[in-house]
């Protein structure tokens, strides 16, 4: 069975410095891997994925994500964080068989104080 | 086009009473997922669709919640008798079997069942 972990419930960071939210994830195979941003009172809204190819993805609003195999890991990253990024982000896994659920990490929330 | 639409957008509603939530996808989307949001939980898939049929319901807590798509343009998930512990937010999200699985969500629908 595939599975998320997002280690951190939240991560506090000032604006304008870099900011990581970690992801590490389990599937059989390949992955294909993706974060979202929820807003309050909003649904999820797609940042970034992984499918193959550049292990470093770049996203929506700067965001930018490194997949790293041997670690299996696929954190989130903005070299300069914003107020306006304070939200809940979900790292998410699918393996590359036929089945097209995606399977979501706990989510991190990311304060970013001015 | 409009995006994923979902509603109601809140539903209050007492225990016992059947509650029916509704979903439009995406035209020409053709996977169609529903999703339940709590603190504790977390984001969990309760079901799946694929041209209308139902491929994965392994999520649904149990034989009050059902789900139908009865064509391409709706889906309904139905909670009779509803309980307390119903109460979350219940995402629908779609896809096009053609894409590589950037699932595209509804703002929600927020349930209070007392």
């Known amino acids: 069975a595939q599975s998320v972990a997002q280690p951190e419930d939240q991560v506090n960071v000032a604006e304008g410095n870099p900011l990581t939210v970690k992801c590490t994830y389990s599937v059989s195979g390949n992955p294909y891997l993706f974060w979202y941003v929820q807003y309050p009172n909003r649904g999820l809204q797609f940042l970034l994925k992984y499918i193959t190819g550049d292990n470093l993805v770049k996203g929506s609003y700067g965001f930018e994500a490194e997949f790293n195999k041997s670690q299996t890991s696929f954190h989130l990253k903005k070299p300069s964080a914003l107020v306006s990024d304070s939200a809940l982000y979900f790292c998410?896994?699918?393996?590359?068989?036929?089945?097209?659920?995606?399977?979501f990490g706990s989510g991190t929330r990311l304060q970013v104080q001015p | 086009d409009a995006g994923v639409i979902q509603s109601p957008r809140h539903e209050v509603t007492e225990m016992g009473q059947e509650v029916t939530l509704r979903c439009k996808p995406i035209s020409g989307h053709d996977y169609l997922f529903w999703y339940r949001q709590t603190m504790m939980r977390g984001l969990e898939l309760l079901i799946y669709f694929n041209n209308n049929v139902p491929i994965d319901d392994s999520g649904m807590p149990e034989d009050r919640f059902s789900a139908k798509m009865p064509n391409a343009s709706f889906s309904t998930l139905k909670i009779q008798p509803s309980e307390p512990r119903d109460s979350a937010v219940y995402f629908c999200a779609t896809i096009t079997g053609a894409s590589t699985d950037t699932q595209y969500f509804g703002p929600g629908t927020r349930l209070t069942v007392l």
């Open positions: 998410a896994v699918r393996d590359k068989t036929g089945r097209r659920a995606l399977t």
